[in-house]
Structures are given as C-alpha cells and as structure tokens.
C-alpha cells in the first residue's frame, strides 16, 4: 500500500528556515517524479516543486531560491527545506507522487502545516 | 505562465448532473486531471489523463478535454459528492498547473 506522511511542519518566525519531510512507503521515491503543493488557508492548491526521477530539481518562481528539494533514497524519503520564509508561506505542505505518466499525481500525503509569523 | 479558470462555484440537485469546467489556451494538447477535496482532507485524484478513473473512483465520475475546456461530470449526484473540486494539468515550462477550484453544492 502506497503512503505518504508529512512531518517537520510548525510555526516559525518570518526569515526563519524550516525542513520538511516526507516519508514514503510501498513503493520507492526515486522511480517516480515526487512534488510538493501547498494550499494556504482558505485558498486553492499552489505547486511548490518537483524532483524527478532523474533528479532534476523543478521550482515556483513564487519559492525560487528560497526553497530546496531533495530526496534520500536510503531513507525512501523526500524533503523541502525552506529558508528566508515570509507570512505568504504560510499552508498546509503536501507531498504527492507522480503518477504512471508523471503529469498527474495519484496519491497525496495527510499534510502538515507550516506557520509563518511573528 | 499558463494558467487554468473554473467557476467559484456550482450548485446541483441530489441525482441530477454537475458539471464543472476548467479552461485553458489549448487545454485539449495537454492531459487534464482533476481532484476533490473535502473539508480537512487531503486531494484525491478522481480523473486522470482526460477522462480515465483510477480504482475505486465511481463510475458517475467521467471527464473529457477538447479545445480550450477540460470537463468533469458527475451524475447521479451525491451528497457525499459536496466538495472542492480542482483541475490541473502538465506544462513543459510550469511542471503542474491547477486550477482555480470550484466548490460543488449539492443541494
């Protein structure tokens, strides 16, 4: 059974860093393209980032140079670490996996929510 | 950048059919997915690849995509329906792409 599951989320002063985890099981990171979405509150889904399969890093320019994806196959594990962050990060951070195709992402972690303020 | 527009909102009579539409500049060259969302839960992919169902999505869910507008319908129509409903679909240059979401009603 395939699952997903968020952690490292929490609150956090504006210009502060935050890493983000998610632990994957039932089948293995690296073979599949992995993003991260975001959904502040009250608001629609926002694409973060993708890493794919090859390794290949993909940004939002809204987190371009701030944000980090990265994956540890040891672990089976993906992550975000997210740096210089503002109040506008502030959401509920998903990972999803890419599904047979990669352009749609078939199952989706529960979430964990990051807080930006002072 | 490419964007995606739905309808804030739809409203639909328990039975009757609902459909929500997701438009994009040349949305009919790419694969358009769509996901519901209800309240305090995470996405669930309902429609794949235009209008294919993934397993144990029921077959009142179906979709298509031609043109500019990618379409999910639901019929027959239930009250366990009620949710956010979100296209989304792959740009070479913007990776995933969602829509702007739209809530069903089921009234």
């Known amino acids: 059974e395939v699952q997903l599951v968020e952690s490292g989320g929490g609150l956090i002063q504006p210009g502060g860093s935050l890493r983000l985890s998610c632990a994957a099981s039932?089948?293995?990171?690296?073979?599949?393209?992995m993003s991260w979405v975001r959904q502040a509150p009250g608001k629609g889904l926002e694409w973060v980032s993708v890493i794919y399969s090859g390794g290949s890093t993909y940004y939002a320019d809204s987190v371009k140079g701030r944000f980090t994806i990265s994956r540890d196959n040891s672990k089976n594990t993906l992550y975000l670490q997210m740096n210089s962050l503002r109040a506008e990060d502030t959401a509920v951070y998903y990972c999803?996996?890419?599904?047979?195709?990669?352009?749609?992402?078939?199952?989706w972690g529960q979430g964990t929510l990051v807080t930006v303020s002072s | 950048s490419y964007e995606l527009t739905q309808p804030p909102s739809v409203s639909v009579s328990p039975g009757q059919t609902a459909s929500i539409t997701c438009s994009g500049d040349?949305?009919?060259?790419?694969?358009a997915c769509w996901y519901q969302q209800k309240p305090g839960q995470s996405p669930v992919l309902v429609i794949y690849?235009?209008?294919k169902r993934p397993s144990g999505i029921p077959e009142r869910f179906s979709g298509s995509n031609s043109g500019n507008t990618a379409t999910l319908t639901i019929s027959g129509t239930q009250a366990m329906d009620e949710a956010d409903y979100y296209c989304?679909?792959?740009?070479?240059?913007?990776?995933?792409?969602f829509g702007t979401g739209t809530k069903v009603t089921v009234l």
């Open positions: 999803a996996r890419g599904g047979v195709g990669q352009q749609w992402l078939d199952y």
């Open positions: 039932g089948f293995t990171v690296s073979s599949n393209y």
């Open positions: 040349k949305l009919g060259d790419k694969y």
């Open positions: 690849q235009d209008s």
């Open positions: 989304q679909a792959w740009d070479s240059s913007s990776n995933y792409v």
